[in-house]
């Protein structure tokens, strides 16, 4: 069973920066499909970067396109969002997913069925 803990969030200031950490154990399978997706109160989660540990494919939505990097430690089971140059409009619950082999790359990443496993999130709060 794959366990994902978020962790990094917090209150910044727009214009300012931030990373989130999402950290694996019980990983089955050699390669992953992990995304970050958000929820703002009131509003349906959507996906914000995805990246497939295979070959280091990355997906943005155009909305971060930009500001943010997704990565990937391989060695530390550990995916990452670096988040730069943060707008209000930011500001939601962060949550880690993943999903086994590549079917983001043929499913559509930002698809919240084909995700397997999901963390508990992390609050995300950027103030103007």
Same mark, same amino acid.
């Given at each position: 069973?794959?366990? #994902?803990?978020?962790?990094?969030?917090?209150?910044?200031?727009a214009g300012?920066?931030?990373r989130?950490?999402?950290a694996?154990?019980?990983?089955?399978?050699?390669?992953?499909?992990?995304?970050?997706?958000?929820q703002?109160?009131?509003?349906?989660?959507e996906?914000?970067?995805? +990246?497939?540990t295979?070959d280091?494919s990355?997906?943005?939505s155009?909305?971060?396109?930009?500001?943010?990097? +997704?990565?990937?430690?391989?060695?530390? @089971?550990t #995916?990452?969002?670096?988040? @730069?140059?943060l707008k209000?409009?930011?500001?939601a619950?962060y949550?880690?997913?993943a999903?086994p082999?590549?079917? +983001?790359?043929?499913m559509?990443w930002?698809n919240?069925? +084909?995700?397997?496993?999901?963390?508990?999130?992390?609050?995300?709060?950027v103030?103007?």
């Amino acid at each position: 069973q794959v366990q #994902l803990v978020e962790s990094g969030g917090g209150s910044v200031q727009a214009g300012g920066s931030t990373r989130l950490s999402c950290a694996a154990s019980g990983y089955t399978h050699s390669t992953y499909g992990m995304a970050w997706f958000r929820q703002a109160r009131g509003k349906e989660r959507e996906g914000v970067a995805a +990246i497939y540990t295979g070959d280091g494919s990355t997906y943005y939505s155009d909305s971060v396109k930009g500001r943010f990097t +997704i990565s990937h430690d391989n060695a530390k @089971n550990t #995916l990452y969002l670096q988040m @730069n140059s943060l707008k209000p409009e930011d500001t939601a619950m962060y949550f880690c997913a993943a999903d086994p082999g590549p079917t +983001i790359k043929y499913m559509g990443w930002t698809n919240v069925r +084909i995700y397997n496993y999901w963390g508990q999130g992390t609050q995300v709060t950027v103030s103007s």
